[in-house]
């Protein structure tokens, strides 16, 4: 048993690691007790504010929804960093190459062959479609093998059916990509700029993606109506549907739209789960623009996932559009090992207002002034 000594020294130890407050002050500056008997304690008592703004700094679930986990270093030391080294040079003058090489035949493949069919085949429209479905899950393979893509796929493969509508969680754009290699899905997504908005406009246009933007009100009308439409046609390809709305970090999986459960149609889940050994995956789109995510990954040793086809799920007598996300959310958390959080993600692209911060600030003041006049 320790003595009262050594537990003396101890504590006086851990207290070398504590701030001194005294040193953040001016100098000349001390801590002056506060008049009367009003102490800090007394406004955490009485202030739910103070106590509510303290748990969100201690506890904040919506923040760590959206943060890329970097790995622990493992090149700490002189027999490990040789390693290291020698496996930079293999990643980035091996590997990378050869990827780039891989998807650059892809693409002279895929749009050797695409353009023909797309323009001399529009007296068929059945024969294009089919064969253009088989070109971007060409292509996508190429992408997924210029990562070293290591996909395992669990449950029967998705068919074509009419009123049915396919949902998963969302970690990155490469969700899309890895599902469109095996099934050629129609896909709801955020328009984007660039390259990757020239593909959307031209590439997967032909299998009747639909796109929008958040921030247009009116496209949430128009995309309700074309949803509609797209799932009573037999021979439309499948519709893919990110209901979480935004990319989440593989951890975690905020609300579901209701959008997607509202239609009348059989849901069918699908968990997507990337093991982070060789990369995060999860794609930052305010920090990271697509094609460094894309370096990212090819530049990695592999990427690997494993992805669930689940049950079809249906409406049940009396449950509303809500609570069915909310069932389909606990089957894919539950499935792919990602906790829920009462979130809506689409608050990462919005700040708070400005009525909201004032009712907050004058909840406050009227709380403090409240208690001064006690005093």
């Given at each position: 048993m320790?003595?009262?000594?050594?537990?003396?020294?101890?504590?006086s130890?851990?207290?070398l690691?504590r701030?001194?407050?005294?040193?953040y002050?001016?100098s000349?500056?001390?801590?002056?007790?506060?008049?009367?008997?009003?102490?800090?304690?007394?406004?955490?008592?009485?202030?739910?504010?103070?106590?509510?703004?303290?748990?969100?700094?201690?506890?904040?679930?919506?923040?760590?929804?959206?943060?890329?986990?970097?790995?622990?270093?493992w090149n700490w030391?002189?027999?490990l960093f040789?390693?290291?080294?020698?496996?930079?040079?293999?990643?980035?003058?091996?590997?990378?190459?050869?990827?780039?090489?891989?998807?650059?035949i892809?693409w002279?493949?895929?749009?050797?062959?695409?353009?023909?069919?797309?323009?001399l085949?529009k007296?068929n429209?059945?024969?294009?479609?089919?064969?253009e479905?088989?070109l971007?899950?060409?292509?996508c393979?190429f992408?997924?093998a210029s990562?070293?893509?290591?996909?395992?796929?669990?449950?029967p493969r998705?068919?074509m059916?009419?009123k049915?509508?396919?949902?998963?969680?969302?970690t990155?754009m490469?969700?899309f990509?890895i599902?469109?290699?095996?099934?050629?899905?129609?896909?709801?997504?955020?328009k984007?700029p660039?390259?990757?908005?020239?593909?959307?406009?031209?590439?997967?246009?032909?299998?009747?993606?639909?796109w929008?933007?958040?921030?247009?009100?009116?496209?949430?009308?128009?995309?309700?109506?074309?949803?509609?439409?797209h799932?009573?046609?037999?021979?439309?390809?499948?519709?893919l549907?990110?209901?979480?709305?935004t990319?989440v970090n593989?951890?975690?999986?905020?609300?579901?739209?209701?959008?997607?459960?509202?239609?009348g149609c059989t849901?069918?889940?699908?968990?997507?789960?990337?093991?982070?050994?060789?990369?995060?995956?999860f794609?930052?789109?305010?920090?990271?623009s697509f094609?460094?995510?894309?370096?990212?990954?090819?530049?990695?040793?592999?990427?690997?996932?494993?992805?669930w086809?689940?049950?079809?799920?249906?409406l049940?007598?009396?449950?509303?559009?809500i609570e069915?996300?909310e069932?389909v959310?606990?089957?894919?958390?539950?499935?792919?090992?990602?906790k829920?959080?009462?979130w809506?993600?689409?608050?990462?692209?919005?700040?708070?207002?400005p009525?909201?911060r004032?009712r907050?600030?004058?909840?406050?003041?009227?709380?403090?002034?409240?208690?001064?006049e006690?005093?």
């Amino acid at each position: 048993m320790r003595s009262p000594a050594k537990l003396k020294t101890s504590s006086s130890e851990l207290d070398l690691d504590r701030p001194n407050i005294e040193d953040y002050l001016p100098s000349g500056s001390a801590i002056q007790e506060p008049h009367g008997k009003l102490r800090l304690r007394d406004l955490l008592d009485i202030s739910p504010i103070l106590t509510e703004a303290a748990g969100a700094i201690v506890d904040d679930s919506f923040t760590r929804c959206f943060k890329s986990n970097p790995p622990e270093p493992w090149n700490w030391n002189i027999y490990l960093f040789p390693l290291w080294c020698c496996g930079v040079v293999i990643r980035y003058g091996i590997l990378f190459p050869t990827r780039v090489l891989i998807l650059t035949i892809g693409w002279i493949i895929f749009l050797s062959s695409y353009i023909p069919v797309h323009f001399l085949l529009k007296g068929n429209d059945k024969l294009r479609k089919k064969l253009e479905r088989c070109l971007v899950e060409l292509i996508c393979s190429f992408f997924v093998a210029s990562w070293t893509g290591v996909v395992k796929y669990h449950g029967p493969r998705p068919s074509m059916r009419p009123k049915q509508v396919f949902v998963a969680n969302h970690t990155s754009m490469i969700d899309f990509i890895i599902l469109e290699q095996m099934t050629a899905f129609a896909v709801i997504m955020q328009k984007h700029p660039g390259w990757v908005g020239l593909l959307q406009s031209t590439i997967l246009e032909s299998l009747g993606c639909i796109w929008f933007n958040r921030s247009e009100s009116k496209d949430r009308e128009i995309v309700a109506k074309k949803l509609r439409e797209h799932v009573q046609g037999a021979d439309n390809n499948p519709l893919l549907i990110f209901p979480e709305g935004t990319c989440v970090n593989n951890h975690y999986t905020v609300m579901f739209k209701k959008g997607a459960f509202e239609l009348g149609c059989t849901v069918c889940p699908i968990a997507i789960k990337y093991n982070k050994l060789f990369v995060d995956a999860f794609w930052n789109s305010r920090k990271q623009s697509f094609t460094m995510h894309l370096l990212q990954l090819m530049t990695s040793w592999a990427v690997v996932c494993d992805v669930w086809y689940l049950e079809p799920q249906n409406l049940k007598p009396g449950e509303t559009p809500i609570e069915f996300a909310e069932r389909v959310r606990d089957i894919i958390s539950v499935r792919a090992g990602l906790k829920k959080v009462p979130w809506d993600g689409y608050l990462k692209y919005s700040r708070p207002s400005p009525k909201h911060r004032e009712r907050k600030q004058q909840r406050f003041a009227e709380s403090v002034l409240r208690r001064m006049e006690e005093k």
